[in-house]
């Protein structure tokens, strides 16, 4: 029994990192947020790209994870590719409880994500409008609202833009 307990202990490990990084992933999607909001895009790159280096890592874990659960579920009768709720029927004391608290986690953990997540979108969706109604109020010429300065393949139009009060402090 001492191995099929190793086994058990290396799947609630890796469980806990699994765990680790998304929490790391809901911290980087909350300072997206944060920088969306503010509305200083400088750092949204970045912010970006570290978000994609945190799902690369948890997608890796998972397939650890998958290879794991795949290992010790023959042991327990459960079929392959099982899931943590069957995994937590299935195991023995203590590992039932183990694994029905890193299934409660992680679904607490995923409503967190998707709420975050939420909001990010609506923030892009909002920033990308905002750019699309300042390219075409830029794009309007005085002759002509509404007419781009550039057709579509990227050459200037025939007419020209009229005046336009910019602000000068931005």
């Given amino acids: 029994m001492g191995a099929l307990a190793l086994s058990l202990d290396e799947v609630s490990q890796v469980l806990w990192r699994e765990r680790e990084l998304l929490d790391l992933l809901l911290c980087k999607l909350e300072v997206e947020q944060l920088v969306l909001a503010s509305g200083r895009n ?42 943590l709720r069957q995994l937590s029927e299935g195991t023995p004391p203590p590992w039932d ?42 794009c309007e010429t005085a002759e002509a609202p509404g007419v781009p300065l550039y057709s579509s393949a990227g050459v200037a139009a025939a007419t020209t833009a009229g005046p336009h009060f910019v602000d000068g402090r931005l």
Avoid: C, Y
């Fill in 42 to 83: 400088r750092w949204l790159a970045t912010v970006t790209r570290e978000v994609e280096l945190v799902l690369t890592q948890i997608k890796q874990t998972e397939l650890m994870r998958a290879v794991l659960v795949d290992a010790v579920a023959g042991q327990f009768g459960l079929p392959q590719g099982a899931t």
């Fill in 97 to 138: 409880v183990i694994f029905e608290r890193h299934r409660a986690a992680f679904l607490l953990t995923s409503e967190e994500l998707n709420a975050v997540a939420r909001v990010n979108r609506d923030l892009l969706a909002r920033g990308a409008r905002a750019v699309q109604e300042a390219l075409a109020w830029l």
